[in-house]
């Protein structure tokens, strides 16, 4: 049973496509701290404090994560205004999540939690850390329950709370003072941005953006190779997975790059059965190979004004809607509506290459 059991693992190392390494919650981790259990009572979550949970060990703030709660990343991650953010998965015994598509949510199975941590480094006047709220997908009865977590002026623990508030935040980030009235989210902007038909689903755990390496304390290894390993994925992955990639890594080609910070910002709400899935675009990974998804050469639904002749204008940022609206700070204006209310300077870079690449006009 040991040696079926390894062939499995280093099958799954064999064949699934590895990209890049974690960036903002990557680093080494025990995966495994042996120390306690969390506490999961289906009737009775979402629990009044994050502590109720025991999903961490020693102080809180320091996320280290007990028995059974899992540390990952994704290739290309949400912008919220900056903010750098820990994620962690846990399940139940004896269950796992399984695979459906390179492009879908995997299929988790009741009382899987997906765990997400906002924070900052090097918040004014003293470079301190600042975690900001904890974001809780739990899924029961088939269905995933949104739990969000406000975290204490002392970072000693973070109290349930759906009913939306802003907190100021000002941070060293290089060379740049940045501030930010940080909004965190209602129970109705959860669901604006999670909407599935007229249920919600988590955006990032696919296995597109999950096919990657990661830091783990015992070495580097694929997530999704790690996943089987651990118990938490049953081993049914494909031989090859298409994969998004780092958009910021610069290596990588450069539609490539602006098609994975689309998919992981903007694809939630223009696909079908979502906010925007009136618009004419098609924004998640798999779709963007057609360029009118992009919406190449597309001519917008709504005029801001007469200068944006189409959502992507090819050769010029000035006629293009789509980097009109991410450039924008206004509420009515900017792309995505939600989780942004700076601009966010590197992918307006990326998106200003990419649309200047395209040497033929639209007609």
């Known amino acids: 049973m040991k040696s079926l059991t390894l062939y499995i693992i280093v099958f799954f190392s064999t064949i699934v496509t590895l990209f890049s390494c974690g960036k903002d919650d990557s680093g080494e981790y025990s995966e495994l701290p042996n120390t306690s259990k969390v506490v999961m009572d289906l ?18 703030k320091s996320l280290i994560p007990v ?37 879908d949510i995997l299929n988790f199975p009741d009382g899987a ?3 997400k941590n906002f924070y900052y480094n090097n918040v004014q006047p003293d ?9 809780l997908m739990i899924k029961k ?35 740049e003072t940045k501030t930010t009235n940080y909004r965190i989210p209602s129970r109705v902007e959860c ?30 290894k694929n997530q999704l190779t790690k996943w089987v390993e651990l118990g938490y994925l049953e081993n049914n992955l494909p031989t090859g997975i298409t994969t998004s990639t780092d958009w910021t890594d610069k290596t990588q080609p450069l539609e490539l ?29 798999n779709e963007t190979v057609t360029p009118s998804n992009l919406g190449i050469c ?20 000035q006629r293009s809607e789509m980097y009109y609206r991410l450039n924008s700070v206004l509420e009515n204006e900017r792309m995505p509506l939600l989780g942004r209310t700076i601009q966010h300077t590197e992918a307006l870079e990326l998106m200003d290459e990419w649309i200047s690449s395209m040497e033929e006009p639209c007609p």
């Open 43 to 60: 009737d009775a979550v979402p629990y009044p404090k994050l502590s109720d949970y025991n999903f961490f060990e020693g102080e809180m």
């Open 67 to 103: 028995e059974g709660v899992i540390p990952y990343d994704l290739n290309s991650t949400l912008f919220t205004d900056y903010a750098l953010k820990k994620r962690f998965v846990w399940m139940p015994e004896n269950v796992r999540a399984s695979y459906v598509s390179d492009t």
């Open 113 to 115: 939690v997906l765990i």
């Open 127 to 135: 470079n301190s850390t600042r975690i900001i709220e904890t974001r």
């Open 141 to 175: 009865d088939g269905k995933w329950t949104f739990a969000n977590y406000v975290w204490n002026d002392e970072q000693t623990e973070a109290s349930f709370s759906m009913n939306g508030s802003f907190t100021n935040i000002t941070w060293q980030q290089g060379d």
């Open 191 to 220: 669901f604006t941005c999670h909407k599935s038909q007229q249920d919600s689903l988590p955006i990032g755990p696919k296995p597109q953006n999950l096919n990657k390496l990661f830091n783990y304390s015992d070495g580097t």
């Open 257 to 285: 790059r602006v098609r994975s910070y689309l998919d992981i910002n903007c694809a939630h709400c223009h696909r079908e059965g979502s906010h925007c899935d009136y618009r004419p675009i098609r924004l998640a990974f």
């Open 298 to 317: 597309i001519e917008p639904q709504e005029f801001i004004n007469n200068s944006l002749t189409h959502i992507i204008s090819r050769g010029s940022t």
